[in-house]
């Protein structure tokens, strides 16, 4: 898990860090301390920032306002780790995929109830069927794919249920706009926003190679899977860009 440059700090205590003027928080292990609210029965919404995100935020801002709002916003693409690194901040990136992978693995150690909401027909019932063979013992609280129409009904569900750990994944910024809207019915649970998690789970597709993902280019990887994406990705170049010229302070937001 991510080291940043207080590692010494308790779990409890996040150091905030800004990045193009939106929150980061900086933790020792990002997975020790959602565990911790976990157990505590602490709300939280944990939003993993990346470039392309950073970007989407600049022009729109009520997106910006969610990030703002979020208790946890992870340094998720190389971008952002790189941003921190140049404005001397030892941190990690830390992939969402991995920080809910984390989560599940450890949930049948101190069990707690998991929901999975986005994805295609089949894709989260597939990803929770796969996870419930690699974690025996996860207490799946429900699945529900992402193009439910009877939104009543499922925000009933998760009323009802009160699930520990809510994983979205309805991409961005669908799934951060909607968790904001929707986590008051779970107020006590942890919602994460997991993009195309619950497709690379299921094996409808696959992740880049972990030398890609090492050497920070799982965006590259990304773009040869789809290539119309590469509008999508002309942000990094401008995020590097307006890395270069911000002049904001990058320690307190």
């Not at 949930?107 to 295609?120: D, E, I, R």
């Not at 974690?135 to 992402?146: K, N, R, Y």
Request: net charge neutral; proline share 7%.
């Amino acid at each position: 898990m991510p080291k940043t440059v207080n590692s010494s700090r308790e779990a409890s205590s996040p150091e905030l860090a800004s990045v193009l003027g939106l929150p980061i928080h900086l933790l020792p292990s990002y997975a020790d301390w959602l565990m911790q609210q976990l157990e505590a029965k602490a709300g939280v919404h944990v939003v993993t920032l990346n470039a392309e995100m950073a970007m989407q935020a600049e022009q729109d801002e009520p997106l910006a306002a969610v990030i703002r709002q979020a208790e946890l916003v992870i340094p998720d693409g190389a971008g952002v780790v790189l941003y921190l690194r140049v404005r001397g901040k030892r941190v990690n990136r830390c992939p969402g995929i991995e920080l809910a992978e984390t989560l599940l693995e450890r949930s049948p150690q101190k069990p707690y109830t998991v929901f999975f909401y986005g994805g295609a027909p089949g894709v989260a019932e597939r990803a929770a069927a796969v996870w419930q063979q690699r974690a025996p013992g996860l207490a799946i609280a429900g699945v529900q794919h992402g193009f439910v129409e009877d939104q009543n009904q499922l925000q009933q569900t998760l009323q009802d249920l009160q699930p520990d750990l809510i994983l979205v994944g309805l991409g961005v910024p669908r799934q951060e706009f909607w968790i904001l809207n929707h986590r008051d019915l779970c107020p006590n649970s942890v919602w994460i926003g997991v993009g195309g998690s619950f497709d690379i789970w299921s094996g409808t597709k696959v992740r880049a190679p972990g030398w890609l993902r090492n050497n920070n280019l799982e965006w590259l990887y990304r773009l040869y899977q789809e290539p119309w994406r590469w509008r999508r990705m002309l942000a990094l170049p401008k995020f590097a860009w307006k890395s270069l010229l911000y002049k904001g302070n990058s320690s307190i937001v």
